[in-house]
């Protein structure tokens, strides 16, 4: 089955730590996502990534990182630098290469800060 | 700078009615407009697709609808069940590379 996994489901972090969110697919989509999304908000962008070795800033960058090493994979690390981390984070991809480019998401993983 | 907006933020209706969720966008120049389903705690299901070419979009008791010259997308549930209380999130995008616009959503409650 073609889709999205996200791991781990649930994270906690305590204040100071590093801690890394995982996102695959096996879509062979190009292009892929990473949103964070508050309670009862929509969902903001944290960054994107068109090709492998790019990605560009999304609206809430700051205290996020990113790579993309590989088409499959775009891991997001939220730093200590992220003072308010408590979200639901969403990875999503689609493709670039024709006009119906839908957009896929994986099922998100929970972080709360301890 | 493109807002995304979705009036009303919740809905409640009883079953066997039809549901009308309303999107609306400031910058007309989409590539295209995508509407979305999540229930609590979950990911986001794509619903419907609609390109910019399009004026509507039909899945079953989904419609959706487009009208770029007014900046506004209507998804349409025909027949309502308790089933489709969701979130529902419209994005917009306005080419092939780029990134999404998400509204906030409508929050809507199908009671038996």
């Known amino acids: 089955d073609g889709g999205i996994t996200q791991s781990p489901k649930y994270l906690f972090r305590k204040e100071g730590q590093n801690v890394t969110l995982s996102c695959e697919q096996n879509?062979?989509?190009?292009?892929m996502y990473w949103y964070r999304q508050d309670p009862g908000q929509g969902l903001r962008l944290i960054y994107y990534?068109?090709?492998?070795?790019?990605?560009q800033k999304g609206d809430i960058a700051e205290g996020y990182s990113v790579s993309r090493e590989k088409k499959e994979s775009f891991p997001l690390t939220v730093t200590s630098a992220q003072k308010n981390p408590t979200a639901f984070y969403l990875c999503?991809?689609?493709?670039?290469?024709?006009?119906?480019?839908?957009?896929?998401f994986g099922p998100g993983t929970r972080l709360t800060v301890l | 700078k493109q807002e995304v907006t979705q009036i009303p933020a919740a809905l409640s209706v009883p079953e066997g009615e039809n549901l009308v969720l309303n999107c609306s966008f400031t910058d007309s120049a989409i590539y295209n407009l995508q509407w979305f389903r999540q229930d609590p705690g979950k990911g986001l299901t794509s619903l419907l697709l609609?390109?910019?070419?399009?004026r509507e979009q039909t899945s079953g008791r989904l419609n959706a609808s487009l009208d770029k010259s007014s900046g506004r997308s209507t998804l349409y549930i025909a027949a309502s069940q308790p089933g489709d209380s969701a979130t529902y999130l419209c994005?917009?995008?306005?080419?092939?590379?780029?990134?999404?616009?998400f509204g906030a959503g409508t929050q809507v409650v199908v009671t038996p």
């Open positions: 990534s068109q090709i492998v070795n790019d990605f």
């Open positions: 999503a991809s689609t493709r670039t290469s024709n006009s119906y480019n839908e957009q896929f």
């Open positions: 994005a917009v995008r306005h080419d092939s590379w780029g990134k999404f616009q």
């Open positions: 879509l062979n989509h190009d292009a």
């Open positions: 609609i390109q910019s070419s399009q």
